[in-house]
């Protein structure tokens, strides 16, 4: 009894491996005709009835009706392709009867045969096809008829990731289905899903209300569950939304940190209104648009590590400039900030006429190399790029630097000494000259590194550091003139703050707002955040 039933258990296993493997069923002629002529209806009713059993020689003849590459006669559908004709159903070369009709197809029939193109992917034996072919049905709209293959796609499946993808596609299909307890099942299928696209269709499919309170879907039941999962799918994206705002705003603040890390130098350790910090950027980012160009023309198999060498470059270009302003203008005028405030002014637009002569008045593109390129899926609707995580990393290592380089070193001791009592500096034989010419040129490189950092996050231009001037003063006069620490709690606290706003109230009111508050706690508060205490005041 026992060898029976292994050998009855042993035939199931081989039939059932027979079945599996059996050769799909070839396309016939009749059914190549209905699939290629008549009236659309009947045309998708065909294409769905042979997808569903995933016919022989389908697929090839969906790619030629897409391409617009085939011709039928009252008994034959022929696929064309230059100079050779074959026939649909067999496969063999044919002549080309002059009787032969050009296939019509609308945009509902070509979109059908688009998605019928990727679901028969579905049930390749690679995985990598099928994931391809999930993301392409995920953007197309899916017709009820066919439910069969995906239903067979979905029982094949094995992967535990398309297994979900796959059941989320079925039950947005089951949403138009006629019966009512089928449409309930997917609408609760479709809570547990956490896509933009299902929120978008679970909104389209409860439609906005009448004045008799139906909508497009009728059944009490089932737009009771529309509307649960619609508010269950919208919380889970909410979280998504809210978190990329605060990285946004996090993203924002790092790329205030370093454009005022410049300024916490220039301004608050020596006194300088330099209103030409915008163009030391400026040129920062010009320096690294010039690097990639010599890399493309001269290296272009090591093109991916222009950046590397853009930074030291972008940082020596603004600070020699830097360099040059405060040997030629700025020595004369320290003390006198309003001065400076109206030099610098006149050489900000200098520098902007002279890059406008050199590069033109257009904008430049810097191209992110490979490794900065894409980003992070960390919930459905949110991605973090990769140029802005390597921004917020390089920001952080700049702000550590200095702040090692203010504290710790030789060079730091003299800027500190020169600017709390540069009397006493010099009596005790610090250079003061040498020292204000390093440190305005340490502040003008920090300028050119934001440029580096801005130009992998948008075109570069003549106009670039007008856009990020007004918000680096506020974030130094707000963090504590002369102190690190504030400057970053203030850049990080006014990009998390301005994005929040923005959301809310909208660019142009969000600036307005975020100026508001500014100067309501400068008035409150005037030595900003951290204030100087003791000797150092």
Known sequence: MRLLRRLLLSCLAAASGLLLHLPAQALTPEQALAIASGDTDERLAALAEASARADAGLPALVRALLDDSVKFTARQVLLIDGDKVVDATTGQSASLPPEAEDVVNNNRMRAALESTLAALKLLSPEVAQRREAVAELVRQSLEPSQLPLLDKAFAAETDPALLEQLRLMRASVLLAHDEPARRLEAARALGESDSPQVRSLLQERLGELSPAGAGPEADPAVRGALLASFDKVSARLAWGERLGVVFTGISLGSILLLVALGLAITYGLMGVINMAHGELMMIG???????????????????????????????????????????????????RPLETLLATWGISLVLMQAVRTLFGAQNVPVENPAWLSGGVAVTSNLTLPFNRIAIIVFALAVLA???????????????????????????????????????????????????????????????????????????????????????????????????????????????????????????????GLFAMKGREV
């Open 401 to 527: 630097a200095v702040a090692l380089m203010i504290a710790r070193t030789r060079m730091g001791l003299f800027v500190r000494g020169v600017t709390q009592n540069r009397r006493m500096a010099a009596c005790v034989g610090i250079h003061t000259a040498r020292i204000d010419t390093y440190a305005f040129s340490l502040g003008a490189g920090l300028a050119g590194l934001a440029g580096c950092a801005l130009s992998q996050i948008g075109n570069v231009g003549p106009d670039l550091g007008q856009n990020y001037i007004v918000d680096s003063f506020m974030v130094v006069v707000l963090g504590g003139v002369g102190q690190l620490a504030g400057t970053v709690y203030a850049a990080l606290g006014l990009g998390v703050l301005g994005k929040l706003l923005e959301g809310w109230a909208g660019a142009v009111l969000a600036k307005i707002m975020v100026l508001v508050v500014i100067v309501v706690f400068i008035q409150k508060r005037p030595q």
């Open 285 to 335: 980012a010009y320096a690294t648009y010039v690097v990639q160009n010599l890399f493309r023309a001269w290296l272009p198999g090591a093109f991916d590590a222009y950046v590397l060498v853009a930074i030291p470059v972008s940082f020596f270009s603004a600070a020699l400039v830097g360099a040059a302003l405060e040997r030629t203008v700025l020595r004369w005028l320290y003390g």
